[in-house]
């Protein structure tokens, strides 16, 4: 009688959606899923790499100094590791694209797409 339960709940939860999740300045987070990066076309050749197969977390930094215009973002990326379930703990990669560019979210629960600039993105972390 047991087996029936244990096979119910491994249905529910491998059928279930899984989020990713942006975490934007002000600790506010959205769940969605990433459609893509929109922007020059060298910032999204830089950034071509970043695919939720090959990829599972972005941390966002601001290169620019001394508040000088047409800021650089630099983007740290972790390339998802299949062994742990997760990120590799050891290698981040980086790109420096403009502040310009943008993430491409539809929220949880939404049929609209919202873009949200990578200036106002602190990290983002995608499912696999």
Known sequence: MQEPIHQK??????????????????????LGEFLEFKGKHDDTQSLRNIRR?????????????????HSKLQVLYSPRDYRNEGASASEWKEVTVRSST???????????????KL???VSMSLSA
Not at 12 to 30: C, Q, V
Not at 102 to 116: D, W
């Open 9 to 30: 709940l491994n249905f529910i939860l491998t059928t279930a959606p899984t989020w990713d999740k942006l975490e934007l300045k002000g600790n506010k987070y959205l």
């Open 53 to 69: 197969s090959k990829v599972s977390r972005l941390i966002i930094q601001k290169t620019s100094m001394f508040g000088l215009a």
């Open 102 to 116: 943008e993430v491409l979210l539809q929220p949880q629960n939404s049929t609209k797409i919202r873009k949200f």
């Open 119 to 121: 200036s106002s993105i």
